[in-house]
């Protein structure tokens, strides 16, 4: 069998597959988030420990050997280690806020765009560079006492192989790699005010690494490969390959992906060019900050349970009865398909006749004009797949392909720890079936009429989030 692991955000999974791509077995454990203050961070310790238990689990419900492992999880973020792998401080999170004061100082004076230009990475408060350049000017000692400032799935590779610190073309896309050479670009290492602190990043191995694990939650001797991270892991498991084609993953964070062979650095610095395993191809990102994470604090809220959703949805119209949301629920604001550190979210056309049912509708409707939004943006011209904890729900599933006015290729499972067989797979030179690894489970068509509303909705969604945006910066 073959085994992925993704460690995401607030669920660290394992998934078993036999040779045709079928799911043999699940494995998941929670793991906590702090939030206090802006600040988002996380125990490395426990998130390590969550891998090796749902790798025990999931190794014991299918009694077959491992043929490979592959390793993805979240980006972003910055998680220091010391040499073997263990912790320096807790992990700051991709979803932090404390670096928001850098990214606007340097949205003002132009850094921002110059490392864009560079880079093709627009810089948001939770990325490497302004979390490091934070912790430099805050925690300098935490930033002597490490050997690697890492991402979370190179601190697990490390701990689960002891190999040393390294990581991939895809985390290291942001923002430091020059997406045309592949390597890190020391101007924007300097820019950023971080040259003492370069031996910090972790070498960049291309193609990915491999090594054999230790003995903790697989096998000893295990092969296995470290990445993509998680966004490009699911572009694999989701079969979306060709230039034009889409991956919108309905997750924590609402990303959206498309792939190209045209690097073009010169529009509106938003979102990042994820660089693949193929040289000359780029995932167009526009990851939003959040996505499920806005209907789970509106459903909480409202004391309403997931498996509530889809017949709430049928209980209003589009449109919610005139309740709209512009979901920027982040503490850290937005990074795509625009950077606005100070942005919130607005409910707005609420009023004594509202039911939960208008506010979940207007949610989810509002996520969907955001998933647009950066799907526009990042060039969407071919067929769009569709994955993540969202799809979970039939009725969002129809409300988004309404919004975005198009079908939807429904992929389900463990995408993202598909990606990452398919990504070792590659590595080591194994042949699989990716077209039967990556076979969609349902296509869900828009209604027309439906499509053609939410079409002029979305240009009202755009002149609010306009208003929004200018009072952000007020």
């Given at each position: 069998m073959y085994v992925g692991i993704d460690v995401g955000t607030s669920t660290?999974?394992?998934?078993?597959?036999?040779?045709?791509?079928?799911?043999?077995?699940?494995?998941?454990?929670?793991?906590?988030?702090?939030l206090h203050g802006?600040?988002?961070?996380?125990?490395?310790?426990?998130?390590?420990?969550?891998?090796?238990?749902?790798?025990?689990?999931?190794?014991?419900?299918?009694?077959?050997?491992?043929?490979?492992?592959?390793?993805?999880?979240?980006?972003?973020?910055?998680?220091?280690?010391?040499?073997?792998?263990?912790?320096?401080?807790?992990?700051?999170?991709?979803?932090?806020?404390?670096?928001?004061?850098?990214?606007?100082?340097?949205?003002?004076?132009?850094?921002?765009?110059?490392?864009?230009?560079?880079?093709?990475s627009a810089m948001f408060p939770g990325c490497p560079g302004p979390l490091l350049t934070w912790l430099d000017s805050h925690e300098p000692k935490a930033l002597d006492a490490a050997k690697a400032a890492l991402y979370c799935k190179d601190m697990v590779f490390q701990r689960l192989t002891g190999a040393g610190p390294t990581t991939d073309v895809s985390d290291a896309s942001m923002p430091f790699l020059d997406p045309r050479t592949r390597t890190y670009d020391n101007r924007v290492v300097e820019l950023l005010g971080l040259t003492r602190r370069r031996g910090l990043l972790a070498p960049v191995s291309d193609p990915i690494a491999t090594a054999r694990t230790r003995g903790e939650g697989l096998p000893a001797g295990t092969r296995i490969s470290n990445g993509p991270y998680d966004l490009p892991a699911c572009a694999l498991?989701?079969?979306?390959?060709?230039?034009?084609?889409?991956?919108?993953?309905?997750?924590?964070?609402?990303?959206?992906?498309?792939?190209?062979?045209?690097?073009?650095?010169?529009?509106e610095p938003a979102g990042l060019y994820?660089?693949?395993?193929?040289?000359?191809?780029?995932?167009?990102?526009?990851?939003?900050?959040?996505?499920?994470?806005?209907?789970?604090?509106?459903?909480?809220?409202?004391?309403?349970r997931h498996e509530e959703v889809d017949g709430l949805l049928a209980e209003t119209p589009p449109g919610a009865n005139g309740v709209r949301v512009l979901p920027y629920f982040a503490p850290s604001g937005?990074?795509?398909?625009?950077?606005?550190?100070?942005?919130?979210a607005e409910l707005t056309g609420v009023c004594l006749e509202s039911t939960k049912a208008d506010?979940?509708?207007?949610?989810?409707?509002?996520?969907?004009?955001?998933?647009?939004?950066?799907?526009?943006?990042?060039?969407?011209?071919?067929?769009?797949?569709?994955?993540?904890?969202?799809?979970r729900s039939p009725a969002w599933m129809r409300l988004l392909a309404d919004v975005l006015g198009r079908p939807l290729r429904v992929v389900e499972g463990e995408v993202g720890a598909r990606g990452a067989v398919l990504a070792a797979a590659?590595?080591?030179?194994?042949?699989?079936?990716?077209?039967?690894?990556?076979?969609?489970?349902?296509?869900?068509e828009p209604d027309a009429e439906r499509a053609a509303y939410y079409a002029r909705s979305y240009q009202d969604h755009l002149a609010r989030l306009a208003r929004a945006r200018h009072t952000a910066r007020a």
């Open positions: 660290v999974k394992a998934a078993a597959f036999d040779h045709a791509g079928r799911e043999l077995a699940v494995a998941s454990r929670p793991v906590d988030l702090s802006g600040v988002v961070e996380q125990d490395m310790d426990e998130v390590y420990g969550a891998v090796v238990a749902v790798l025990a689990e999931v190794t014991a419900r299918v009694p077959e050997p491992v043929e490979l492992a592959g390793l993805t999880g979240q980006g972003d973020g910055v998680w220091l280690v010391d040499a073997e792998g263990r912790p320096v401080r807790p992990a700051a999170s991709w979803m932090d806020g404390r670096a928001h004061e850098l990214v606007a100082r340097w949205l003002a004076d132009g850094t921002f765009e110059t490392v864009f230009r560079r880079t093709g498991g989701a079969g979306v390959t060709s230039p034009g084609d889409g991956l919108l993953i309905v997750g924590t964070c609402l990303a959206s992906l498309v792939t190209t062979t045209d690097l073009d650095l010169t529009g994820i660089s693949t395993d193929r040289p000359g191809y780029w995932l167009r990102a526009m990851p939003a900050m959040v996505g499920t994470a806005a209907l789970d604090w509106v459903l909480s809220t409202t004391g309403v937005e990074r795509a398909p625009f950077v606005e550190p100070r942005l919130r506010l979940i509708r207007a949610t989810c409707e509002g996520i969907g004009f955001a998933a647009r939004h950066c799907l526009e943006a990042a060039g969407l011209t071919g067929s769009l797949a569709v994955c993540g904890g969202g799809t590659s590595r080591f030179g194994l042949a699989l079936d990716t077209a039967a690894w990556t076979e969609p489970t349902a296509v869900v």
